[in-house]
C-alpha cells in the first residue's frame, strides 16, 4: 500500500533544493517515504481537506522505489536512520555555531553603522 496522503498524520517537507520528505509523524511506516503498513491501526483520514481539489502547488510525485528485496527496504532504512540520527548533535552544534558567529558579526557591523 503507498504512502496514505489522506491520513492526517502523514506529512511532507519541500526545501529549497527541490528535494521532498514525505513521512509518517507518528514514525509507524517503516518504509516511508514509498508505502505505509497496509494494518497500520493509527490510519485516520484526514478531515481538513477531504475532497478538496488540490491546485498546482501539490509537491510532484514520489520519486521510484529503488530496486531492494521487500524484506530488506525496512532494515536499510533503519540504517540509514541511524547513520543520521548519530551526526545529528554535532551538524546541530555546528549549526548552532555558525548562527552564533553570524548574529556577533552582525552585531558588530550594526554598532559600527550607528557611529
Known amino acids: 500500500m503507498p504512502m496514505r496522503e489522506e491520513c492526517k498524520h502523514f506529512q511532507s517537507r519541500t526545501y529549497a533544493s527541490g528535494e521532498v520528505a514525505r513521512f509518517c509523524a507518528l514514525d509507524l ?11 497500520c491501526k493509527a490510519y485516520e483520514r484526514r478531515l481538513a481537506d477531504a475532497g ?8 510532484p510525485p514520489i520519486e521510484e522505489e529503488p530496486a531492494v ?8 532504512l533503519e540504517d540509514a536512520e541511524s547513520i543520521v540520527s548519530a551526526i545529528a548533535p554535532e551538524a546541530l552544534r555546528e549549526a548552532r555555531a555558525e548562527d552564533a558567529r553570524r548574529e556577533a558579526r552582525a552585531e558588530r557591523r550594526w554598532w559600527r553603522r550607528k557611529r
Open 29 to 39: 511506516a517503516p518504509e516511508a517515504p514509498w508505502r505505509c503498513p497496509p494494518d
Open 52 to 59: 478538496w481539489e488540490h491546485g498546482s502547488l501539490v509537491e
Open 69 to 76: 528485496p521487500a524484506g530488506d527496504m525496512a532494515s536499510i
